[in-house]
């Protein structure tokens, strides 16, 4: 060691021993003063240290237990001070120096004090003391927090890792602890039995090993540990969870269920018996049981399991003074997940059937009286009556519940499985507006002797009526019409009252999801039938245009129901969109699945190389080997199209029927004119026997004529039907010139 190091550190002795002595200490000029702290500061961050490594490590190394510097460091915050006083304020270094020696007595004087607590909080759970150990462990994490902090100068980085584990150790055993007595307070009881109960613990004698607690643990105690570790809301949670599921849920469905309450001095229990796991399943919906009489025995139950909330479960607890944010948010907890239960199984059910009777509130008194009960136990706020908000306005609750059914009875109807049909447009059973105008806008009626369909020939329209402003004739579903008649029906009810402009709208609503419902539903519940079923997605095809068709003119033609407030913007257009592609992806997949079955019906993909027409063409046998093979590859492939044909002319409407026939034909009709362009020159007997071959194909343009039978009694009839192949199957005219 040098002569300067043995000097300083004499001098360091000699100032810490003077320091001792409070009087001389107060003699010293400010300089010295500082100087004697520091060297103080110095050996209090020692002592601390060699406290924290001789307390908290596992394995022991040094003396155990050193001496608690806790008091050691207090006294440096007075002579602090003391400098403070001394030093002069225009000493610009000396301030330096102060403040440096400051922020490192603070770093001292938090971790004396995180020693300090971490090593009574063993001891204070033993005890029963969990809400001083809950506020040594909250006043232990906000000095961490400050620490991090601090510059590694300051404090050992080594010792606040050791104290930052002991921390989450004392943290986890007293976490612990209170799990073990929030389930001793709150023993809740259904294991095997028909009665539940709960038996609240008013203080908990003895820890886990029943070794006795030197004071007692109270609830107040437990609240005070859950809301300074910020646990209360888990705890509160599994309770809430616990109280609606196993008393209010049980209590609303069958409010004559037995509901037991009794005290004693430690503890006090409620139990509900006669309650099975099979009432559990019983519908809260059943409107037809739901009185006055039914509301004001939810309310008395309900009420006792409330009051037991606030005089049991919270015995001796100042809710106004203490652990207000614990209670009510057990109470918020409740209601949030109870008010919406409450509106459906009970209020909505009371809410009169005819309109005239809404006046008439004094039915739902129990209901208005059991949310004041709430209210006045402190477990909601004033703005959280919504029950006495929904029966303000009672008009928009009966319109809400009009809705509710509605939609409802559309979702059941459109969930069944029913592939029933029905003829719609043109002369169907079923017509339209627009239908009519148009028949009576293009010629009168009655010009033809002949009648109906000698009007319909004679003015230019078939039997499908095809006219822009007609829906054609095809066949819809039920679910479908159903639907229409819904929206029809339901804006009936809307008033022209502007005072009613509120209840218009919701109606206008609950038409607009019922549109959207089927949308939803029906596209997943003939999934796998759209694909296989040509006559399900015909028909689901049909369904999407009829309602394209009457949303288009829906908000027009009942233009005069609606009040003034919604004429203007009361449309189902912006729907048709989100139609027409439902109506695309119903019928694309199928015909792309019905061209493939096709191609592949009538051989391998490879144009060039047919399997039906070999490389020995020329000779005078050139189909003798394969004839009967193509012939039944054309004979099954044009029967795929025959069969499909037949669906379709059947369910769809002319046009679209045109239009997937030849998409269909011309996948056979294509190839087997590219087949005979590949032939070119052949003798006439290999001539006649590929026209033979070709006969299936060219009887295709028999299933036009079910398009035209209207035109039978015209001169034309046979060049239409013949212009429509051309026009709907694009290689039919290079087929016919290759047969002729």
Not at 558 to 570: D, G
Not at 667 to 689: K, L, M, N, W, Y
Request: with cysteine; aromatic share 8%; net charge negative.
């Amino acid at each position: 060691m040098s002569r300067n190091s043995r000097r300083y550190r004499r001098e360091a002795e000699a100032a810490v021993a003077a320091a001792n002595d409070p009087a001389d200490f107060e003699k010293r000029s400010g300089e010295e003063q500082l100087t004697v702290l520091e060297a103080l500061i110095e050996e209090a961050r020692t002592s601390t240290y060699e406290a924290i490594n001789s307390h908290h490590r596992d394995f022991l190394s040094i003396r155990l237990h050193g001496q608690d510097p806790l008091d050691e460091v207090a006294t440096l915050n007075d002579k602090y001070g003391l400098v403070q006083s001394t030093i002069d304020p225009s000493a610009h270094k000396s301030i330096e120096r102060l403040d440096a020696v400051g922020r490192a007595l603070r770093a001292i004087v938090r971790l004396a004090k995180i020693h300090a607590n971490l090593k009574d909080i063993d001891d204070q759970i033993l005890h029963g003391d969990v809400a001083v150990a809950a506020s040594s462990i909250a006043e232990i994490g906000e000095f961490l927090s400050e620490l991090e902090d601090d510059s590694p100068l300051l404090v050992d980085s080594q010792a606040v890792d050791l104290l930052q584990m002991q921390y989450l150790k004392k943290r986890s055993a007293l976490k612990a602890e209170l799990d073990y007595l929030m389930a001793e307070m709150y023993q809740i009881n259904d294991a095997g039995s028909s009665v539940v109960e709960m038996v609240v613990s008013y203080c908990v004698m003895s820890n886990y090993d029943n070794v006795p607690y030197e004071n007692p643990v109270m609830l107040g105690d437990l609240f005070f540990a859950l809301t300074n570790l910020d646990l209360y809301r888990d705890k509160m949670d599994l309770l809430a969870d616990a109280l609606i599921y196993r008393w209010f849920i049980p209590l609303l469905r069958n409010p004559s269920e037995s509901l037991a309450v009794s005290k004693v001095k430690l503890f006090a229990t409620i139990n509900i018996g006669a309650y099975t796991a099979s009432a559990n399943n019983r519908s809260s919906g059943d409107e037809a049981g739901v009185t006055q009489s039914h509301c004001a025995l939810v309310r008395d139950k309900w009420s006792t399991v409330l009051d037991f909330i606030r005089d049991e479960m919270f015995h001796d607890v100042s809710i106004d003074e203490d652990h207000t944010v614990v209670y009510e948010y057990l109470g918020s907890k409740l209601w949030t997940a109870l008010c919406p239960l409450l509106h459906e199984s009970l209020l909505v059910p009371l809410v009169p059937a005819d309109i005239d009777a809404i006046g008439d509130a004094q039915h739902m008194v129990p209901l208005l009286e059991l949310e004041e009960r709430w209210l006045e136990l402190g477990l909601i706020a004033d703005d959280q009556l919504s029950i006495k908000d929904s029966i303000r306005v009672l008009l928009q609750t009966y319109v809400s519940k009009r809705r509710r059914d509605l939609l409802t009875t559309v979702a059941s109807i459109l969930a069944t499985d029913d592939a029933n049909t029905v003829v719609v447009g043109g002369n169907g059973p079923v017509t339209d507006m627009l239908c009519d105008y148009a028949l009576s806008s293009g010629g009168k009626k009655g010009s033809s002797a002949k009648g109906g369909k000698g009007a319909l020939a004679s003015t230019g329209f078939d039997e499908d009526c095809d006219s822009s402003l007609v829906f054609p004739r095809c066949s819809i579903s039920v679910h479908a019409q159903t639907l229409v008649e819904f929206a029809r029906e339901t804006i009936g009810f809307t008033a022209s009252s502007d005072e009613e402009a509120k209840t218009a709208a919701l109606y206008f609503h609950a038409v607009r999801d019922a549109f959207a419902l089927y949308r939803c539903l029906m596209p997943c519940q003939w999934s796998a039938a759209l694909l296989a079923d040509p006559k399900r997605a015909f028909v689901m095809y049909n369904d999407c245009e009829f309602i394209c068709h009457h949303l288009s003119t829906l908000g027009f033609r009942y233009q005069e129901k609606w009040p003034h407030v919604l004429r203007a913007s009361a449309t189902f257009v912006d729907v048709i969109a989100a139609y027409r592609t439902l109506s695309k992806a119903c019928l694309s997949p199928l015909l792309t699945r019905l061209r493939t079955q096709i191609a592949q019906a009538l051989g391998p993909s490879e144009w060039l190389q047919p399997r039906w027409l070999s490389s020995m063409i020329g000779s005078g046998d050139t189909l003798g080997r394969c004839y009967e093979a193509c012939e039944a590859q054309l004979a099954l492939a044009c029967g795929i199209i025959g069969q499909v044909a037949h669906v379709g002319a059947a369910h769809l409407p002319r046009s679209m029927y045109l239009r997937v026939l030849g998409l269909l034909a011309d996948v056979a009709v294509g190839h087997v004119s590219r087949r005979f362009e590949e032939i070119g020159s052949a003798s006439d007997s290999t001539a006649r026997a590929l026209v033979r071959l070709a006969t299936p194909v060219a009887a295709l343009e028999d299933w036009f004529r079910s398009s035209t039978s209207n035109f039978a009694s015209l001169s034309d009839g046979a060049a239409h039907r013949g212009s429509l192949i051309s026009k709907y199957c694009k290689e039919w005219d290079s087929f016919q010139i290759q047969i002729s």
